[in-house]
């Protein structure tokens, strides 16, 4: 029975992390309908931004936010204006681009510090609580919490502001957006940089938790397609639901099966949801359709 | 009229609430030309998707040649004798135009020579032989709209259906392809062709379909339909107002 | 009735300017490229390939970048024949290189069977696996069927390491230095980049045959409109299997040659996303994909760039041959979409156009 608290416990603290890292992709997806394959070198940067505040200007990861947040949102919108809006109509070229960034992002990160790996601390990352008899790392709960705040707010912004509703309306239908006056590419743009700042938060909440490493952003990016897909290709509450399945599996997995198995176990369920309902548990029927269909 | 060659009972398409054809018969006999025409939305081309497979109907069967193929696949019935153009041209881009024709040719002509003879016969008859080695993509809309008539008639079809060929062609053009559709179909072919050219179906036609929201609303001769007080209501009437 | 176009087919052979459109009866075989009228080009590049290997018989180096260059040739051209001409964007082929190479290693160590021998197996099972994998992946399309097939690289990178006495584990698979040409060891250089180029000629042949086929005009109108392809009577979905089975079971010779000629190879380095499964995409992009000599060209531009990265960088920036790669990649996406080949061609009409008649 404690052992079954404990998976849980696991499973939806990493659930936590998972949408965390998630809800950026997920967005840029509903919005541009760009499947990003860089997302996950976008934590990457937002964690060695982190570390570097944390050097550089002594500051406790939580608050290098102020840096990172703009920071990555600053990269995003480049990214999207230099790279990806030239290639909005060919959809085999934004993976070559987008896969190309992640390459880039993950070897000059590699070049730069020449493989060492670093870590953070902060005085919340010591400290653990005990939840019903199950101890839980302050760190990750406040992963937990932040991407619970951060799908409400994101659901909050897109229903409620203007900007918001700008976003949706170019989401549900560009041409119409435009007829009505909106902004299509400052939205792509802004859209992205928003993600990308997502992503930057993910970075900067994961810090103390994870070692860093280049390659750390290429771990994240399958579970992290894992998540948009089960919980609903671009929609927000799909990567919140999408994070706790995609978490809870990996630590059940792990638990039941063997370890080493954890993720071979994680992908297959993956590919079948995949295959089965390619749309996500939660998402509109054919939503990846739309996409690819509006690009060609 | 049991031997018709395409025979359609009952057929209907629900999408979600949307009744976009509901319970619609009818047949085509070998060597006919049939019309079928309706205002904009009342389903003319969903009713062909169900013909050759693009969709499947959510009621009632489709019969080729008297086998049921209401369950097959589009590259099947085409395989049987389904040849179709789509009302949005779906032009291999890439390839040349003599080689979006092979691509239908290499149904019955497997070898690449034979496909390319085929091909350049087929390109022939819709006039398009001087344009064979050009890239498909760069077409203008009427090459384009006859292309796809030309990757139809490469498949040796039993029957062509024809989704608004006409549509968007200058006068000439449309002369173009009137005479073509003329031509072949006193060779024999059989065709079945959704049409918004009024002067058109009744030039050709042996026999019009009227079909007004997802429904049959009349059949019969060019002159008879055309002077249906009902169809000149539900067509001309809405056709106006648009 | 005014109708030029649709009235020449029975026009007098003899009307002006009906010279080129007789009727269709009377027309002579029509002027298409056949394997048979390819195959001297094909030939006279690798010839060419041979005499390079022949000039730089005695230089060690060069051997081995050759070597690796064909290899990956080989490698990116069969990619294409999905990935460019199906335009089915796998970056799982890594998988199948994995099965070839423990295929073929497998049946050497424990079965002692040659490994020339080993190759026909080692085609067999990637391209069965290949096959069974992406049966139910061709569903998706465009990156939703690039995702499935990372995701296929992952678990089989997770089996890999699991399944020890098949892969060896995490710690790897060696096979002992025993020379001889029945055991594919050799001590000189030159016999790999032979060997390699062999491999080469393999693939290009094959893609040659394949694009110059009723297959190859299939993936091409599968990947140009699905919809177009089914209506014009193609099983979209065999023509796709059909499609990665070539280029799988090509993919796993690669796997067991490269097997052999490295002797020593865990499943993390097999399995790698950018040493294999991405670099034969991206070989082919900067080649020309969907082309027949792009992949061959981008191979012997990329590899040797990156061997000499590798050499004059390697020590003092790490990755900076990915780093280079990966700039490639983005800018060939951005600016050269149909590769080294497609600028070349272009080069060819604007200079044969200022050429005055
Ligand atoms: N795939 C679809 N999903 C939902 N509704 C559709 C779909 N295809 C067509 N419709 C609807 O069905 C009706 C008939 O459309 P269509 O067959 O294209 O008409 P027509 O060809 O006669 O102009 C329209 O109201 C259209 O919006
Ligand atoms: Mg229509």
Redesign the pocket.
Known sequence: MADLANIVAVGILLGGIYALVSVGLNLIFGVIRIVNFAQGEFVMLGMYGTYAAYTFLRVDPYLALVVVLPGLFLFGAIVQRLILAPLRTEPTMQIFATFGLLMLLENVVLALTRGTAYSVTSVVAQTSIGIGGVQVGLVRLVALAAATGVAVALGLFLKHSMLGRAIRAVAQDRSAARLVGVNVDRIYMLTFGIGAALAGLAGCLLTPIYTLSPQIGTSFILPAFAVVVLGGLGSVLGAYIGGFIVGLTEAFAGYYLDPALKHAVLFAVFIAVLIVRPSGLFGQVGAEEVGLRDQS | MSGALLQVRGVAKR?GG?V?VNDVSFDVARGELVSII?P????????FNLLTGQLAPSAGQVLFDVQDISALSPNRRAQLGLGRTF?ISQTLTSLSVVENVMVGAFLHHRGLKDAARRAEEVLHLVGLADRADVRAGILTLSERRRLEVARALALDPQIVLLDEVMAGLNPNEVQEVVSLVERLHAEGHTFLVIEHNLKVVRRFSERVIV?ERGAKLAEGTAEDVLADPRVVEAYIGRKRAT | MINPDGASAFAPASSAGAADRTGPRTRSAPRVKTFASELPRALLVLGLLSGLVYLYSGDTFTLNTLAAAFLFAGLSSAWNIIGGFGGQFSLGHSVFFAVGAYTTANLYLKAGISPWIALAPAALLAALVACLLSWPVFRLRGPFFAIATMAFTEVALALGNYMESITGGTRGMSIPFRLGFANMIFRDRLSYALLMLGFAALCLLVVLAVHRSRLGYYLQAVRDNEQAARAAGISVLRVKLMGMALSAALTGIGGGLFFMQVRVADPAALLSLFEFGVKFALIALIGGLGTIYGPLLGALVVIPLESWLRAELGGIVPGANLIVLSLCLILAALFMKHGIVGSLQRLFTIATRRIPR
């Open positions: 999408f949307l976009a309706g904009n939305g009342a389903g003319k081309t969903t009713l009302q079909i």
